[in-house]
């Protein structure tokens, strides 16, 4: 068991952050617990069709949750549909279009160095079954896909959604990462009175948050171990996305601790280290 920590609630639970269309940055390293990773949403409909920025410093890897789009990256342009996704390397102007609605999110994280610029196709996620897995005993059953992992050559970081069986668990056993990855869940694909409960703990008696989420909601993982449960009937569904302390060398998917007591039947993320 570890010591009791005062956990900073306003610095780490976000509610509602796909609320509001157009551009906007509901996560950074300025008013969370994060030190490299900051989110937000890009969310486009007839009311405004467009957007356009810059990214500066940070890679920003984008990942469309619905609708459709096209977005131009310098001279490139590529067209999404759901679940479609691309990184972006460090000083790039970004243009995003609909003709009819999308909503991104969009991850980044300040690096000091340029990677390729790449579009990932959902489709060929699919394909891959080291990106495309299934996880997890009955009442801990999800289903987990990578985009912007071992597929992408990148400084920080690492993203992609898993959605779980009705009523289940998942991050299950509890595992952490923190010497290497910090960490947030954006909660997707629950439409009401779909809920669930976010624990994030470094005391493993009495986890020191438990909190009730509902679609759009944002929770972080400064440290400690971080499972979660649907109610009965309802899935849980959840982006999540890490950035590596240290650029490159600690982007790794699946290398995890678990918890102690849990670990008997492995991570459950094995089937990403193939």
């Not at 009819?100 to 690096?111: G, M, R, T, W």
């Not at 495309?132 to 801990?140: N, R, T």
């Not at 990148?154 to 009523?167: C, H, K, M, N």
């Amino acid at each position: 068991m570890s010591t009791q920590v005062q956990v900073p609630i306003d610095r780490m639970v976000f509610r509602k952050t796909n609320s509001q269309v157009g551009r906007h940055i509901a996560v950074t390293p300025q008013n969370s617990t994060n030190k490299h990773l900051s989110y937000g949403r890009v969310i486009l409909n007839a009311s405004k069709p467009s957007v356009s920025f810059d990214n500066g410093n940070q890679e920003t890897g984008l990942i469309c949750l619905s609708g459709k789009a096209t977005m131009k990256v310098g001279a490139e342009t590529f067209q999404f549909t759901q679940y479609d996704s691309i990184y972006i390397p460090r000083d790039n102007h970004i243009e995003v279009r609909t003709d009819s609605a999308c909503d991104f999110a969009e991850f980044s994280s300040d690096v000091e160095n340029h990677y390729p610029l790449q579009f990932v196709s959902y489709a060929e996620v699919c394909k891959n079954p080291t990106l495309k897995f299934s996880a997890g005993a009955p009442g801990q059953a999800r289903h987990l896909n990578i985009l912007l992992g071992k597929n992408v050559d990148a400084g920080r970081l690492v993203a992609g959604f898993t959605i779980s069986e009705p009523g289940n668990w998942t991050s299950w056993p509890p595992h952490e990462h923190t010497k290497m990855l910090e960490e947030m869940y954006v909660y997707i694909e629950m439409p009401e009175p779909a809920f669930a409960l976010q624990l994030v703990y470094n005391n493993t008696e009495y986890p020191e948050l438990v909190v009730p989420v509902r679609d759009g909601d944002a929770v972080l993982m400064p440290s400690g171990y971080h499972p979660n449960v649907s109610i009965p009937g309802h899935t849980i569904g959840f982006l999540w996305a890490m950035a590596a302390h240290r650029e490159k060398d600690d982007r790794q998917f699946g290398v995890v601790n678990v918890q102690p007591g849990f670990g008997q039947g492995g991570s459950g993320l094995e089937a990403s280290r193939k």
